[in-house]
């Protein structure tokens, strides 16, 4: 097991981004819980030490990352601007795509009542939602979804840990959207720091 971490650790820094636990199987030549098993221990382990590193697990990938209490000293030293906090709209059609995926621009101007495309545009240059397809309907138009760069923001590792959104149909649906709102802008205020984003995004009318 020691050396099934240390190569964990090892093939997780060298990638710098999210690998997918069945690759790391596949490479490894071990099940996939052994995988799982050492990725929780290597959690821990960092935890236990408060190291400057965290291991984080999104559904099925796992990837390390700074420790979010070390992200100032990062930002100063790398000369990195903090990301802009997300506005009410894009937090709204966000909230959206979250709920409804995989879900397409006119769905979602629908359901806000406004143009919607610069706030999709702005939510890509994020990488908080991509394009994963087309509708098979007249002019296929694109479908929508979170990214996992969503789930490390949130601080989620899969999309049931979001809070619950009851099962309402028109307005009713919206309002609950809306009110849902508050809650992930509570998580994106927490967990924004896990998110590397050197650009910036201007705010949706």
């Given at each position: 097991m020691k050396d099934l971490k240390n190569a964990l650790e090892a093939v997780l820094f060298a990638a710098g981004e999210s690998v997918p636990v069945g690759r790391l199987t596949l490479v490894f030549a071990v099940e996939q819980d052994e995988i799982?098993?050492?990725?929780r221990e290597l959690a821990e382990e960092y935890d236990r030490g408060e190291r400057g590193i965290r291991l984080l697990r999104?559904?099925?990938?796992?990837?390390?990352?700074?420790s979010p209490e070390y992200a100032q000293l990062i930002?100063?030293?790398l000369e990195q601007r903090k990301p802009p906090m997300l506005s009410p709209a894009a937090l709204e059609t966000l909230s959206i795509v979250a709920y409804y995926q995989p879900v397409t621009r006119a769905v979602i101007?629908?359901?806000?009542?406004?143009?919607s495309s610069y706030t999709v545009s702005a939510l890509q240059e994020r990488g908080l939602i991509e394009a994963c397809g087309k509708l098979e309907a007249p002019g296929r138009p694109t479908l929508y979804a979170t990214t996992d760069a969503f789930l490390r923001v949130m601080g989620i590792q899969t999309l049931q840990q979001l809070p619950p959104l009851p099962e309402v149909q028109g307005s009713e649906g919206t309002e609950q959207l809306r009110k849902s709102i508050a809650k992930l802008q509570e998580q994106e205020?927490?967990?924004?720091?896990?998110?590397?984003?050197?650009?910036?995004?201007?705010?949706?009318?």
């Open positions: 799982l098993e050492a990725a999104m559904d099925n990938k796992l990837q390390l990352c700074s930002i100063r030293t101007e629908k359901m806000r009542g406004v143009d205020e927490t967990q924004q720091t896990l998110f590397a984003d050197s650009g910036s995004a201007q705010t949706e009318e």
